[in-house]
C-alpha cells in the first residue's frame, strides 16, 4: 500500500513541476540570464549623497530598493512604470542612474536625460542627444551632454543648443572616441573638467592606416565591411587632444612631443580645471612621460615625471588626485615589477611610495576621510582575488575586504560604511553591509 502511496504523490509532484514550467523565448533565454533568471541581488547599488542611505535595483532591474545602515531591511521606493509615468518617457530599466543629490535622481536611456524626485515622484526631461548620437558624457554641473555623431563631436547643453565642436570633413580624422585600439587603459575619448569648464577630447587622424575588411553578417546575404586597422609594420594613426572651451567654444590642440604617432594616454584633469595631464608612451612602448598642459592654450607646461624599461611600459590609469584642495596625485606605476602606488607632487617630487607590495594594484576606486586614505582594489594572497585595501598617505595598509574571492564595493560619501558584494569558489554570492574598519554589520 505504501509504495501505491509514494507513487501517488511523485506523480503528483510531476505534475505540478511540470505546471511550473515556463516556455522561454530564446530573447529570455540570452538576456535574461543573468538578470531574472539569477538569485536576487544587490544590483547597482548606490548611495545617497551626504547619507547613510543606500539603493539598489532587482534582478530585472525593473524595482529600485532604498535601506540604511540603521535600517537595513529595504523597502521599495520606485518602479520603473512609476518613473516613466513621472517622466514621460520610455525607460526600460534602471540601468542607467546617478544621484544628482539626495533627493533628485538623473535617469538616462543612454540618449535622453531625465530629472526625478524620488521623494515626491516627480520629475521632467532634461536633455537629448541629436538622433543618431553615441558616446554620450553627461556633466552633472551644467547639465550639458557631449555626444558623437559619425566622426564629429557635439555638445547640447541644458537649453537644448547643439553646438558642434568639431567640423571633420576628413572621414579618416576621428573626434570624441577612443583611441590606440583601446590599449593602455583607454576607455572613452570625452573629458568634462571637474565644473564642466572645458572638455577634453582624444583625436585621431588614420589617414595612414590601411582597411581591413570584415564581414557583417548582420545583413542577409553577408557584406563586407572595412575598418582602419593598424597592421605591424604599417603605418598608425596620429593621436591629439583637443580641449574646447565651452564659454568661447574654441579648441586647442595637443600633439605629441615625440614622433607624430606616439600614443597619448591616461588623460585626466587637475582639480582646479587648470591644466590637463597626459601620458605620453614612444612607439617601441619602453619609455613614457607624463606631461603638463595648460588648458587655456594647450601650451606645454612640464614632464612631471619619466619611466623607462628595456622590455616595455603600459601605463593603464590616470593621476588620481585624493582631494580637490591639492595638487599633489596618486600615480600607479609598474616599476618595481609589481603595481604599486607612487604619491607625487604637481611639479614631479615624489613624495613617499605609498605600497610596496608583491603583487598586483588593479585601480584606485576614490579617497575617503578628507583625501587622507585612497581606497584600491588589488589581487591580494591569489591572483584569482579582487581584494580592497585602503592605505594612507604615510603609507600604513590595510585590508577592508577579508574574506578571499572577488569583492565590489561601494562607498558611502561620509566614509563610515560600504557595501560589499562578492564571490568565490566556496561562496556563490553574498552582500554584506561593513564599516570601513571592515567589520560585519550586517549579511544582507
Not at 146 to 169: F, H, M, P, Q, R
Not at 324 to 337: L, M, P, Q, T, V
Request: contains cysteine; hydrophobic residues 40%; neutral net charge.
Amino acid at each position: 500500500m505504501n509504495k501505491y502511496i509514494g507513487l501517488t504523490c511523485l506523480v503528483i509532484l510531476g505534475f505540478q513541476a511540470a505546471a511550473q514550467k515556463k516556455q522561454l523565448s530564446l530573447s529570455d533565454a540570452v538576456l535574461q540570464q543573468n538578470k531574472a533568471f539569477r538569485d536576487e541581488q544587490y544590483n547597482a547599488a548606490t548611495w545617497i549623497p551626504g547619507t547613510d542611505t543606500y539603493v539598489y535595483v532587482s534582478n530585472n532591474y525593473q524595482n529600485m530598493y532604498l535601506a540604511s545602515v540603521k535600517k537595513t531591511e529595504p523597502e521599495r521606493v520606485l518602479t520603473i512604470q512609476e518613473a516613466n509615468a513621472a517622466l514621460g518617457s520610455q525607460l526600460y530599466d534602471f540601468y542607467g542612474f546617478s544621484f544628482k543629490s539626495a533627493t533628485e535622481l538623473i535617469l538616462t536611456d543612454g540618449n535622453t536625460y531625465y530629472s526625478l524626485d524620488i521623494q515626491n515622484k516627480k520629475g521632467s526631461k532634461l536633455v537629448s542627444v541629436a538622433e543618431g548620437g553615441l558616446n554620450a558624457e553627461y556633466e552633472m554641473t551644467s547639465g550639458s551632454v557631449a555626444y558623437t555623431v559619425d566622426n564629429n563631436l557635439w555638445i547640447v547643453n541644458a537649453k537644448g543648443e547643439k553646438k558642434a565642436v568639431t567640423s571633420n570633413a576628413d572621414k579618416n580624422i576621428i573626434s570624441g572616441q577612443t583611441i590606440a585600439r583601446s590599449e593602455f587603459g583607454i576607455t572613452d575619448g570625452i573629458f568634462w573638467s571637474g565644473k564642466g569648464t572645458y572638455l577634453a577630447f582624444y583625436q585621431k587622424d588614420e589617414t595612414n592606416v590601411k582597411e581591413y575588411p570584415l564581414v557583417d553578417i548582420t545583413k542577409v546575404p553577408a557584406e563586407l565591411m572595412n575598418i582602419k586597422y593598424p597592421m605591424a609594420g604599417q603605418g598608425s594613426e596620429k593621436p591629439k587632444v583637443g580641449i574646447y572651451s565651452v564659454a568661447s567654444g574654441q579648441s586647442v590642440f595637443i600633439s605629441p612631443r615625440g614622433a607624430a604617432d606616439n600614443y597619448l594616454t591616461n588623460l585626466c584633469w587637475t582639480p582646479d580645471e587648470n591644466f590637463v595631464l597626459i601620458a605620453e608612451v614612444n612607439r617601441e612602448q619602453n619609455h613614457l612621460w607624463l606631461n603638463q598642459y595648460d588648458a587655456k592654450t594647450g601650451a606645454f607646461v612640464r614632464t612631471i615625471l619619466e619611466e623607462q624599461n628595456d622590455k616595455w611600459v603600459e601605463p593603464e590609469h590616470p593621476a588620481f588626485f585624493p582631494a580637490a584642495n591639492s595638487d599633489n596625485f596618486i600615480w600607479i606605476s609598474e616599476k618595481d615589477g609589481f603595481n604599486n602606488l607612487y604619491y607625487y607632487s604637481l611639479d614631479g617630487k615624489l613624495i613617499r611610495q605609498l605600497t610596496a607590495n608583491r603583487f598586483v594594484a588593479k585601480s584606485i576606486l576614490q579617497s575617503v576621510n578628507k583625501g587622507k586614505e585612497i581606497i584600491f582594489a588589488a589581487t591580494g594572497t591569489s591572483p584569482l582575488n579582487t581584494l580592497f585595501y585602503a592605505v594612507d598617505l604615510n603609507g600604513k595598509q590595510r585590508c577592508l575586504t577579508l574574506e578571499e574571492g572577488t569583492h565590489a564595493i561601494a562607498i558611502n560619501e561620509l566614509g563610515t560604511h560600504f557595501l560589499d558584494r562578492y564571490t568565490s569558489h566556496a561562496v556563490p554570492g553574498k552582500v554584506a553591509l561593513k564599516t570601513m574598519a571592515g567589520k560585519m554589520v550586517k549579511t544582507l
